[in-house]
């Protein structure tokens, strides 16, 4: 491992990515971009970019460009200070900050299917993980990577008041990622491990690319095509990845005088749950 200090990025649709955390510190700083493109998307695809500062343990992750996703506005920022154990999500227009839980954000769509069973079902069959390649990948950013391959496939099938809908979804994933660079805080962003659906397959699928990549994604790719749908792809790529000495004080704490709030504090008045799936305090961000 480099005697360095540098890091990283993820997308999911986000296909969040995970490195393991290293014996000693280092500070960082670096930009990413996650370009995704399906059918319907005006213009073929949307864009997002992130500045992100490490150090050790400590991240900040600030949204340059959203791509049209209203979760992740441009001017705020994800914040941690324990290696992604607990983000803050920072809205600094309206002076207001989230605890942020993509666990409970994803767990909920298998509790409310559970719940809609009598009128909506689905179902995933035929699910597939297998791993293509791992070779040297060559340079990026100036440090040797590791390039990995893998094709993954399901079958959805949605059932409503009777009529059901099978689609077969076939995706290949590609890594380059380096085992030069360590810093906890990297794992603030683009993690396939806080995806979850409440499908044991599905998430056991999801899953994998973790189990495949032990190190720190630098670029990764992929492509999908659903029947009947066409071709997706999402890309990820550092783009820019720079050592530093270290950073100002306060760029890793909450701002003074801003106010603790959820997105339950959002929903419209009258929205109700369907019976049987409760929401999870502050979901989806709040524990």
């Known amino acids: 491992m480099r005697n360095t200090i540098e890091f990283v990025c993820r ?6 990515l995970v490195w393991p955390a290293a014996a000693f510190s280092q500070a960082f700083y670096y930009e990413a971009t996650t370009t995704n493109s399906a059918p319907g998307i005006g213009g073929g695809n949307e864009v997002m970019r992130v500045n992100a500062s490490v150090d050790g343990d400590n991240a900040r992750v600030e949204f340059v460009e959203s791509g049209g996703n209203s979760m992740f506005a441009e001017g705020g920022y ?8 607990t983000i803050y999500m920072v809205n600094p227009a309206e002076q207001e900050y989230m605890t942020f839980d993509l666990d409970a954000l994803f767990g909920l769509a298998g509790n409310l299917m559970g719940a809609m069973g009598g009128i ?13 390649t791992e070779q040297p990948g060559g340079e990026l ?12 496939a399901y079958t959805m099938t949605m059932r409503v008041a009777g009529f059901g809908r099978s689609m077969r979804t076939e995706s290949t994933t ?6 030069e660079l360590s810093a906890a805080g990297f794992r603030v962003w683009l ?4 995806m979850r659906t409440g499908n044991a397959e599905l998430d056991e699928l999801m899953a994998a690319p973790e189990e495949l990549t032990d190190c720190m994604p ?30 100002e004080a306060g760029l890793f704490e909450l701002p003074a005088g801003y106010t603790q709030t959820s997105l339950t504090d959002q929903l419209p008045g009258g929205f109700e749950l369907p019976e049987g799936v409760e929401l999870p305090e502050g979901f989806p961000f709040g524990r």
């Open 141 to 152: 950013l100036g440090y040797a990577t590791t390039h990995y391959a893998w094709a993954t």
């Open 11 to 16: 997308g999911v649709a986000c296909v969040l």
């Open 191 to 194: 993690r396939p491990d806080r």
């Open 174 to 179: 590609e890594v380059w990622c380096t085992d």
């Open 78 to 85: 994800l914040l941690t200070n324990d290696a992604g154990g």
């Open 120 to 132: 909506m079902e689905m179902s995933f069959e035929d699910v597939s993980s297998e791993q293509l």
């Open 218 to 247: 630098l670029r990764a790719v992929t492509t999908s095509s659903t029947q009947g749908q066409g071709e997706s792809s999402s890309e990820t790529v550092v783009t820019l990845l720079r050592e530093e000495p270290g950073f």
